[in-house]
C-alpha cells in the first residue's frame, strides 16, 4: 500500500453517514475541518453517504432484482458518496479552503471485481499526497473502489471506515480518524444498552471480534486493514470535540477485564435444513455454491441421527435472497428447508476470556433465566455467540452486560 512516509501532521478524517446527514451537519463537519487547519493539520477527508441514501439506493435495486450483485448494483450505491463530498468539499471552499472531491477512480483505490464486497488491493498515494503538499484537502468518497478494468465497486455496507484506514496506511500515517454519531466504542451498543459505558482503549483483536460479529460502529476490513499496517484507530464523536476510543495493539491498553464488550447483529437470518445427504459432501458442494455468490455464511452446525443429517446455518439477511436461489437449486430430493428470520445474534467479547474459565456457564445461566431459546451456538478464544429471536434482544443484551459487570466503574 504505498511506500511508509512518516506525514507530521497529515490526518485521515472519516466522516459517517449521519455526520454529513443534512445541509447543516456538512457545513459543521466544513467547520471542524477548518478548525484543524488553523491548529496545523493537514487533513485528508472521507465521507460517506448522507444518511439513509445508501438503503434507499438498496431498495430501488430490490424493486428491479433482488438477486443482482453485479457492476450496476455498484455503481448504484456507489453514488451517495459522489453527493457528499461535492458538498463537503463546496462547504469547505466557501469557507476559503481549497478542496478537491476525488472518486474512487481518480485517487486510484485499486479493488478485486467482487461487486458489493470488494477488497481494496492497493492505494495509490501520488495524487494525494501532491493536493496535500500543496495545501488543498482532498475529500475522498468513502465505501468505493475501482477494479483493474475500471470498474467501480464497493466495499461492503459500511466501508467508508475502511476506505480511511486503507488511505492513512497508504500515506503512511499511524493513526486514523473515525467521526461518528456515538461519542465513543462503548461496551454495548448504547441504542441498545442504555447503561453502556465508554471503552477509552480498545485491543485490535477486540475491536475485530466485535466488528466481525456484527457491531456496526467499525467495518470489519478497516480493523483487518488497521492490524496489517499499524495505523490506530481513533473514534470519535463529530458533534462533541472530546477524545473517544482508541484501538490499539494489545499491549498498549490499560486494563484487560474478562469480558469487555456484548456485541449483538441484528440482521441475522438462519437456514434448517434436514435431511441432507450424509457426509461433507453435500456440504462442501454447498457452501462453495455460496461462497461463488459472495454469501458469508457465518455460524454452521450439522448433526445427525438415525432420521437422518440435519444442517443449520445463519447469513447476513442482506444475503437472504441469495442462498434462497441458490437452495432452490442445489437443494436435494426429500429435503426441507426451513427459513427462520426476525434473528439476532448476541455475543461476549473479551481477550480476559483466555485465562478465565465460567465465562460459557455464565452467560448461558443468563440466557436460561430470560427463558431465551437458543437456535445456534458457537464460540472462540475471546468471545461466545449465540443466535436468539430478536424479540428477545434487548433482555439479554441488558441482562448480559450487568452479569458480566460492565456497567460498573
Ligand atoms: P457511521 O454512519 O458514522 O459510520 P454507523 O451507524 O455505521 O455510523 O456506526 C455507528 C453506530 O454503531 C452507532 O450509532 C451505534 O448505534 C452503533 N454501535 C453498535 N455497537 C456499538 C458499540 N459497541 N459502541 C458504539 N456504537 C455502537
Ligand atoms: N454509505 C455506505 C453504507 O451506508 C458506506 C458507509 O456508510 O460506510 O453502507
Ligand atoms: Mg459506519
Known amino acids: 500500500m504505498g511506500e511508509m512516509k512518516t506525514q507530521a501532521r497529515l490526518m485521515v478524517k472519516k466522516f459517517g453517514g449521519t455526520s454529513v446527514g443534512s445541509v447543516e451537519r456538512i457545513e459543521a463537519v466544513a467547520a471542524r475541518v477548518w478548525e484543524d487547519i488553523q491548529q496545523g493539520q493537514r487533513p485528508v477527508v472521507v465521507a460517506s453517504a448522507m444518511s439513509g441514501e445508501t438503503n434507499r439506493l438498496v431498495r430501488l435495486a430490490g424493486e428491479i432484482d433482488p438477486f443482482n450483485r453485479g457492476m450496476a448494483y455498484d455503481m448504484l ?48 498515494s501520488e495524487r494525494l499526497m501532491r493536493l496535500v503538499d500543496e495545501g488543498v484537502v482532498p475529500v475522498v468518497a468513502g465505501f468505493q473502489g475501482v477494479t483493474l478494468e475500471d470498474r467501480i465497486t464497493t466495499l461492503g455496507r459500511g466501508g467508508s471506515d475502511t476506505t480511511a484506514v486503507a ?111 450424509f457426509g461433507p459432501g453435500f456440504l462442501a458442494e454447498l457452501f462453495e455454491h455460496l461462497a461463488e455468490k459472495g454469501v458469508v455464511v457465518d455460524i454452521i452446525t450439522q448433526s445427525q441421527n438415525e432420521e437422518g443429517q440435519r444442517l443449520a446455518f445463519s447469513v447476513n439477511e442482506e444475503d437472504r435472497p441469495l442462498v434462497e436461489k441458490t437452495l432452490q437449486t442445489r437443494l436435494p430430493e426429500g429435503s426441507q428447508v426451513v427459513v427462520m428470520d426476525q ?48 424479540e428477545n434482544l434487548p433482555r439479554a443484551a441488558q441482562s448480559l452486560h450487568r452479569a458480566f459487570s460492565l456497567e460498573e466503574d
Open 77 to 124: 450505491l456507489a453514488s451517495g458518496e459522489q453527493v457528499s463530498i461535492a458538498l463537503l468539499a463546496m462547504a469547505l471552499e466557501k469557507r476559503g479552503i481549497r478542496a478537491v472531491p476525488l472518486l474512487a477512480h481518480q485517487v486510484g483505490i485499486q479493488t478485486d471485481s467482487v461487486y458489493s464486497k470488494a477488497r481494496i488491493q492497493g492505494v495509490k
Open 167 to 277: 488511505l492513512a496506511a497508504a500515506l503512511g500515517s499511524s493513526a486514523c480518524e473515525i467521526y461518528t454519531d456515538v461519542p465513543a466504542v462503548f461496551t454495548a451498543d448504547p441504542r441498545l444498552v442504555p447503561k453502556a459505558k465508554e471503552v477509552p482503549f480498545l485491543s485490535f483483536e477486540e475491536m475485530m471480534e466485535m466488528a466481525s460479529l456484527g457491531s456496526k460502529v467499525l467495518h470489519f476490513r478497516c480493523v483487518e486493514l488497521a492490524v496489517k499496517f499499524g495505523v490506530k484507530i481513533h473514534v470519535r464523536s463529530t458533534f462533541e470535540k472530546r477524545e473517544g476510543t482508541w484501538v490499539v495493539p494489545e499491549g498498549e491498553r490499560m486494563e484487560a477485564p474478562v469480558v469487555s464488550s456484548v456485541t449483538h447483529d441484528g440482521q441475522t437470518v438462519v437456514f434448517k435444513l434436514f435431511p441432507v445427504p
Open 343 to 390: 434473528m439476532a445474534k448476541i455475543s461476549t467479547v473479551g481477550v480476559g476470556m483466555r485465562n478465565h474459565p465460567g465465562v460459557a456457564a455464565r452467560f448461558f445461566k443468563v440466557l436460561h433465566e430470560l427463558n431465551i431459546p437458543l437456535h445456534l451456538v458457537t464460540t472462540s478464544e475471546i468471545k461466545i455467540s449465540a443466535v436468539i429471536d430478536k
